[in-house]
Each structure stands twice: as structure tokens, then as C-alpha cells.
């Protein structure tokens, strides 16, 4: 496989990564925002499959999906005891190239490695890439892996509408899937070992500690809920203020009751996304709809936060003669990621001549899902800047380089001879 | 002319209102909302357009668009000391079927009922339907009196530009209209001896006073001002809230600053369209862009209110590192209607056994435009809920055939023998 590949560079550096890079970077970008909008189902989201699949397939990798729309590329023949590593190609509206993809490039890539070194694993490595993990399109996320553990129910994932009211079911069979196949795999699960992501860091936490990677300890306890404030549309001229039944009030009291109960408890609220309906500049809005993403450090904070949210929404509502109808979308309890996954990587990194600090994290994760049947860990990538979710999302080519070679070391070990 | 017409009513009945109704309803309505979305330039206003010329047509009214795309249909020839009447036939997003279109098909029925009486008048009367009155599409209210009378530069309207990016100019030329002739009309305003527009009232003054008819006293003035925070789009859950740069904070300052100020003044300040981009709901926005509807009784209550949003927005924008660009899109002083015309219209409307009422209102309204030209008034309709700009508006039948009868009274008077 490595004699294919020409340059003769030294093994320890990862020839392909730039490559693969290069490769899938103009996938789904915009042009206007410089962002992803790689969406689960769209055209976008397609052009991503082919390209892991092709990529998968020119490494000798045997690929196929599982029924929610999974990608899976097995390297040694599939059976018990695999090593899985990946992560998503999805992202968020105008994201940045990196959140999902970085996992993907890096498995491809490690393989790559570890192939021009003629390593061949004694149990099988499978590279997995997730469905609808940002929750972009269809408001779940991490939605291919919820499906695939069972965390979700198929007739409740089927029925998600999205922006237009196109549904899961509709999309997945626009784009040639079967909906009715979607489900929990756990003849899949049971086959797996181990999950491994790498991803990049969200939030700045390496570059203080001078460190290219680090290793994940847990995810913050974290949800969204959408609230749809109901008032009566009128006449910004001439409808009197007493008798309005504006929505837009309440809701400006929930944003503010969310920052302010969120900050209290160190933890997060946000709220990224309203619609005002009907959207006329002098009209009261008859409703406006908004999405609050919520975490903490535990529980107990995160369910403090929204129960402010609420309670200031249902006063507020109720003040301004407004309905409130707020419901949770998702919620995913706090992960602590496997304890003796997590100090076998410290030490594999420590002896390649990495030191990897442990971090905790507020984001989500596929591996975060996984958490739950099997044991899983993640690796992040240095974020310079810490921003995330944003076209402004930046890793260093050396950072990224020294993630493959981590992931690689990792990948070898875990796959290699048992110890 | 009225012996075409069957069925022999009295001449105090108004034959021709509920049919012209039944016609002009379906068009540009909604399934979903039942209200109505008639926009400048799309199909649904070329409908609307073409109905009105083939109405006039059947009564042999001469029709013809002005450059800016207003319609007007002459009955009798054209000439100087015309009286022209009517109003527009646009909607806000899921706006009611009164606004705007009871006066247009008030004054068809009103020419029908003085035509049914054989009245010919001695001046000309002109009908008028003008374009974009409520600016739902390109952001300026009234844009077609505007653009007639010069309140707004030509190439200054042509680079309006709506949601999708499309321009004015844009719009018309695919309606099949030349944005070149978009201007001032002196030539046509100067043949105009007065203006009277019917209207639904927007507002509750008619019921309590057991009127079903009201002559306008003048219109508050009012504005609409654009508010653009710009923050930095990040990771809803990575993103440390003091870090954050996220503009949706300052905007619910600016919604809440909004109502209190007005409140305050008496007047009245809505927020009714927002968009949060990109509009993930697991991201910090980069951008909330705002519209502020403000109004009041005086000019200097109105810059209060104006002043108040925008020093907290700019302390609140600042205190969260956004930026913040407010600007005025449109701005309408207040208008005194002619006293010597209302007065004749009250009496003409007390010898027709109609007592009328003289109300202030704080809607913009062409009427309001053309009367910095000519001697401008307004009659109302009774609302018996006063609901406005709303799929709820809703007049009923016996109040708007008194309001054609109260139109064709007028008309009769102003375009009739010299007094």
C-alpha cells in the first residue's frame, strides 16, 4: 500500500493528511460566508459520503452504511473486537471546517501511517463517520448515533421536521435511503472494543498549556429546548401597547433570564436561533419561536438554568397576555469517558513524546453516545483561538499533523498485539 | 351606465360592494395563514393589478400605470381639478383583506352607486390603487406616493432590497415594468384637486362612539429604523460566556428599552421582524439584524423613544463587544389633513345622516403622503376589534357599504356642480 504512495517522506510524518485536506475542503462551502453548510441529506451531505467512501475504498478499506445513514470502513476483516475511530461530516450553518471533519481526515489519514510503516492490526480498525451530528438540519443531535444506540426511537426520528417541514423519513428517501431502516445496530455494538475521536478542540484550553493535543475526561450534562411565545398579531401603529399581546417581550426577558441564570451557575446558555412570524417590520409578531442550548457542569446547575428560563418566560408570558409553549428537543446526561481507556492513550502519548493534559468539555459528541454501550475516549486538537462553530475555526496544519500521529500511536496499540 | 346592471336596487344600496369583494379575495391569500401575502411585483400583486384595471374597465374608466407602477383609472376625461380617491392594494406578511383594498373596491362600488344614480360628474374623478404602501417588500412604507411625489429619490428606491437580495429595479423589470421611469410626477399631481382615501380604522375609536364611519384629524409621525449587532459567531456550549461576543443580548435589551420608552411617551415601538444569522441553535449568532417600528403623538416624543433604543443598545452592544449599526430606513413627519376639506367632508357626511367622527391615527397611509402636495382627508371604517395588519382584521358588511355610500357622498359633493 505504501510503495503506491510517492515522496518517500519519513514515517513519522503523515503524507496524506494535507491531501485529504485539500480534497474535501471545498465540499458544501459557501461562498459568501466562507462556512459549512454540509447538511445531513442535501446534495452537500452527499458529496461528503462519496468522498469518505472513495477515500475508504483507495485504502483498501471495505465500506458500507448501516441503516441510519452511518458510514463504516473496515481496515482487517470485520469481526469481534474492533477498534473504531471517526467522528461527523455534518456542521452547523456556516461552521468551520474542522468540527467533525478533522476526525474523519485524521482516521483516513492515521491508516495511511500506519500503513507505510507495514502495520497491520491484529484486530480489525473500523472508521466510522456519523450522521447529523450537529442536529443542523433535523434540531437532534447526534442523531446518527442516538440512532444507532437506541437512544432515540425510530418513528419519533422519522417523524423530525426540519427549516421547510421536510421530514427524516422524506429526506433520507430523497437522497436514496431506506427510512425504515433506521434503528438501534447492536450486532454492530457488540463487535466493538473501543471508540476513539479525535476532534478538534472547541474552546481554548491547550494553547495556555502549550500542548498540540489533549485527552477528553467527560461532557457537561446539556440540552436544547424550544419555546414558542403565542401572542396575536396588529397594528404597530395604531394597536395600543396595553392591549397588545406582543411575544417579543417575553422573549427578550427569556434571553436575558438565560444569560444571566446560565452565568451564575458557570455554565452556558444560548439562544442562536428565532423565527418572529409573520416577519412584518410594522406588525406585531403573532409568534416567535427560539431554541435555547443549555449546559453545566452537572446536573442540578443545568436543570437550575432552565428552570429560570422558564419560570421568566411564563411570568413575562403571562404579563403580556402571551402563551408559552416550551418544550425540550434533546437532552444528553453528563459522560464520563472510560477511566482505563483514558490512561492507557495518556500513557501511549507520553511514551510517542506526547503530553496530553486531560479536559473536561461542554460540547457534545458521537463518542459522548457511545460512552454508553462501549468504552470510548477522545482526543482534541489545539484550537488557537478557542472559536468554534463559527467559519472563523482554525487549526494549525503542525497541530493537525501531530493529531494523525497521536491517533495513529493510539490506533497501533489498541489494535496492535495484545499486551 | 346603470341600466346595465340587473336586479333594480335602491340607489341607497351599494349593488356592486360584496361582489367586487367575492372577487378580489382569493388573490394572494394564504391557505396556511388565511391572511394575505401581497407583495410588491410578485404574481400575487399582478393578480390584484389586473383585477383592478379589468374592474375599471367594465365601468369605462380609463386606466393607466404611472411610471412607479401606481394605477389609475379616469372617470370622465382626464383633466385638471380632478378628485382622485382609493388606496393600495399590497399587504404586510398574513395581512388582513381590508387594508388597503376596502378603499380601492369602496371607491369602484362608490362609482357603481353614483353611476346607478345617473350622476356624471363635472370634474373628473380618478381612482387610484398605489404601489408597495406598506413597504413589506423593499422596507419603505407608501414607496408608490412616495416615488410620485418625490419623497424618495429614484435611484435611491430602484437599490431597495428585499430578503432574497432582489432590488425594486429588479422586481419590476421581471413584473415587465421599466425602473427607469420610476420618479416624481408634478404633471399628474398638478391635475389633482383632492385626495380622499377610505380606510379600515385601525384601531378601536368608532365602536365605543357608535359610529360606523370616522373622517381622519392627521397622522402621528413615525419611522422605521434597522438595527444590525454584530457579534461573533462560537460554540453554544465551548464558548465561555464572558468571552463571548453574542449580539442576540443586546438586541433583547433594545426590545425591552423599545416598549418602555414608548409607554412612557404614550406612543408606540414594535419589533415584529428579527433574523439571527447564521441561525444555528447550537451556536452563538454572528449577526441579529432588527427592525423598530416607533411612532408617537409629536415629533419630539417620537425622537425620545428613538434616542432611548439607540443609547441602550450602543451601551449594551458595547458591553458585550458588538458592534452596532442602527439607521433610519424611513421616516414620515407628522400630517395635518386640509381642515377646509374635512369640514366639508363632515358635512356632506351630516346632511347624509351620517354623524362622523374626527380621529386621530398612527398609521402611515398614502393620503398622509399626498398631503404635502393637496388637499388630502380620510374616512374610516369601523374595526370592531380593532385588530390590524393581522389575518383577524375584519369589517363588517353593513359598515362598509355605509363606507362606500359615505365615498360616493363625498365624491358626488367634490366632483359634483360648483357650490
Known amino acids: 500500500m505504501s510503495s503506491a504512495r510517492p515522496g518517500g517522506r519519513p514515517s513519522t510524518s503523515p503524507p496524506a493528511f494535507a491531501e485529504l485536506w485539500r480534497d474535501l475542503e471545498p465540499l458544501g462551502r459557501d461562498a459568501r460566508s ?25 485504502r483498501g478499506l471495505a465500506t458500507h452504511a448501516d441503516g441510519n445513514g452511518n458510514l463504516w470502513a473496515w481496515w482487517g476483516k470485520p469481526g ?56 443542523a438540519r433535523f ?63 472547541q474552546g481554548r484550553a491547550l494553547a495556555p498549556l502549550g500542548s498540540c493535543v489533549g485527552v ?50 458557570g455554565g452556558r446558555a444560548t439562544i442562536g436561533k428565532v423565527t418572529a412570524e409573520p416577519g412584518g ?18 446536573e442540578a446547575a443545568l436543570a437550575g438554568t432552565v428552570s429560570i428560563v422558564r419560570s421568566v418566560s411564563e411570568k413575562t408570558a403571562a404579563e403580556h397576555g402571551v402563551t408559552l409553549d416550551m418544550r425540550q428537543e434533546s437532552y444528553s446526561p453528563p459522560v464520563r ?13 507520553a511514551a510517542a513524546g506526547m503530553a496530553a493534559p486531560v479536559l473536561p468539555t461542554a460540547a457534545g459528541h458521537d463518542a459522548g453516545v457511545l460512552a ?21 475555526e482554525h487549526a494549525d496544519l503542525a497541530d493537525c499533523e501531530a493529531g494523525v500521529r497521536a491517533l495513529a500511536a493510539v490506533l497501533e496499540d489498541l489494535a496492535g498485539p495484545a499486551r
Open 372 to 392: 454508553a454501550r462501549l468504552p470510548a475516549a477522545m482526543l482534541f486538537v489545539r484550537n488557537p483561538s478557542g472559536i468554534s462553530h463559527s467559519a472563523a
Open 216 to 265: 477528553a475526561e467527560g461532557i457537561w450534562p446539556h440540552g436544547r429546548w424550544r419555546l414558542r411565545f403565542g401572542g396575536r398579531a396588529d397594528h404597530a401603529g395604531t394597536a395600543e401597547l396595553a392591549g397588545r399581546r406582543d411575544p417579543m417581550l417575553p422573549f427578550a426577558h427569556a434571553v436575558l433570564a438565560a444569560r444571566q441564570a446560565a452565568a451564575a451557575r
Open 34 to 58: 466562507g462556512g459549512y453548510r454540509r447538511f445531513s441529506w442535501t446534495e452537500a451531505d452527499a458529496r461528503c459520503r462519496s468522498w469518505f467512501t472513495e477515500r475508504a475504498t483507495e
Open 80 to 135: 469481534p473486537g474492533a477498534i473504531a475511530t471517526g467522528s461527523h461530516l455534518d456542521s452547523v450553518p456556516d461552521g468551520g471546517a474542522y468540527d467533525g471533519a478533522l476526525g474523519v481526515v485524521s482516521a483516513l489519514a492515521a491508516v495511511d501511517l500506519l500503513q507505510q510503516k507495514s502495520f497491520y492490526p491484529e484486530r480489525p480498525v473500523v472508521l466510522g463517520a456519523f450522521t447529523e451530528e450537529e442536529g
Open 139 to 201: 434540531g437532534v443531535a447526534c442523531l446518527g448515533s442516538r440512532l444507532l444506540t437506541g437512544g432515540i426511537a425510530p418513528e419519533t426520528a422519522r417523524a423530525l421536521a426540519g427549516d421547510g417541514g421536510v421530514t427524516l423519513a422524506e429526506a433520507m428517501t430523497a437522497a436514496g435511503f431506506d427510512p425504515a431502516a433506521i434503528g438501534p445496530r447492536d450486532d454492530l455494538l457488540a463487535g466493538l472494543a473501543a471508540f476513539v475521536e479525535l476532534h478538534i478542540e
Open 281 to 298: 417590520a410594522n406588525a406585531v409578531p403573532a409568534q416567535v419561536t427560539a431554541w435555547l442550548d443549555a449546559r453545566a457542569g452537572d
Open 337 to 349: 469517558f472510560d477511566a482505563e481507556l483514558r490512561d492507557r492513550i495518556i500513557g501511549v502519548l
